[in-house]
C-alpha cells in the first residue's frame, strides 16, 4: 500500500527543522535548509507557531505534471509526482503550478526540488507532527 506524509501535527512543532535537514542531507546530499521538499516557517505574529508546506499528493488533477512540457513527471502511486531528472529541462513551469507552492527550484542543479513522499523527515521530527499515511495504490 502506498504511503503519503500528512503535517497535521503542526500545533506541536517547535521550529528545530530537523525534518529539513533530514531531507536536504539525505536526498540531496547537502547540510542546509535550502534542499528540503519539506519547507517550514513561522507563521507569524507572536503566537510562536510554526506552518509546514509540502505536496500534499494530489491525485485526481496534478497540476505540475500537467504543466510540464517534457513529461518530466510521472505519477506516483497513492499521489504526488516522480520526477525524471535526465528529461528535466528546468523550465520551472511545475514550480509556478503546485497547487500549494510546494515546489523550489535548485539553482544549482537547475532542477525543481519535489517531494516523493519517502518519509524521511517524519523520522527525524522530534515531536510527531509528521506522519505518513497509508492510502489506496491508484496505478
Ligand atoms: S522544471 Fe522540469 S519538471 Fe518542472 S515543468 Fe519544467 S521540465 Fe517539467
Ligand atoms: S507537487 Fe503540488 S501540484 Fe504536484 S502533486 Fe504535489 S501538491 Fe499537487
Same mark, same amino acid.
Given at each position: 500500500m502506498a504511503k503519503i506524509i500528512k503535517a497535521d501535527g503542526m500545533n506541536k512543532c517547535i521550529g528545530c527543522y530537523s525534518c529539513m535537514l533530514s531531507c536536504s542531507c539525505i %536526498?540531496?546530499? @547537502? @547540510?542546509? =535548509?535550502?534542499? !528540503?521538499?519539506?519547507?517550514? #516557517?513561522?507563521?507569524g505574529g507572536l503566537s510562536g507557531k510554526?506552518?509546514?508546506?509540502?505536496?500534499?499528493?494530489?491525485? &485526481?488533477?496534478?497540476?505540475?505534471l500537467e504543466s510540464c512540457p517534457s513529461k518530466a513527471l510521472e505519477k506516483r502511486?497513492?499521489?504526488? +509526482?516522480? =520526477? %525524471?531528472?535526465? +528529461? $528535466?529541462?528546468?523550465?520551472?513551469?511545475? +514550480? !509556478?503550478? $503546485?497547487? +500549494?507552492?510546494?515546489?523550489?527550484? &535548485?539553482?544549482?542543479?537547475?532542477?525543481?526540488?519535489? $517531494? #516523493?513522499h519517502c518519509g524521511i523527515c517524519t523520522k527525524f521530527c522530534p515531536h510527531a507532527c509528521l506522519r505518513m499515511e497509508e492510502v489506496d495504490d491508484d496505478l
Amino acid at each position: 500500500m502506498a504511503k503519503i506524509i500528512k503535517a497535521d501535527g503542526m500545533n506541536k512543532c517547535i521550529g528545530c527543522y530537523s525534518c529539513m535537514l533530514s531531507c536536504s542531507c539525505i %536526498n540531496y546530499k @547537502h @547540510h542546509s =535548509l535550502e534542499k !528540503s521538499a519539506i519547507k517550514i #516557517k513561522t507563521s507569524g505574529g507572536l503566537s510562536g507557531k510554526f506552518t509546514s508546506t509540502v505536496c500534499v499528493a494530489c491525485k &485526481d488533477e496534478r497540476a505540475c505534471l500537467e504543466s510540464c512540457p517534457s513529461k518530466a513527471l510521472e505519477k506516483r502511486s497513492g499521489g504526488g +509526482v516522480i =520526477l %525524471n531528472e535526465e +528529461v $528535466c529541462i528546468g523550465c520551472k513551469k511545475c +514550480v !509556478s503550478a $503546485c497547487i +500549494v507552492g510546494a515546489i523550489s527550484f &535548485d539553482e544549482e542543479s537547475k532542477k525543481p526540488i519535489i $517531494c #516523493k513522499h519517502c518519509g524521511i523527515c517524519t523520522k527525524f521530527c522530534p515531536h510527531a507532527c509528521l506522519r505518513m499515511e497509508e492510502v489506496d495504490d491508484d496505478l
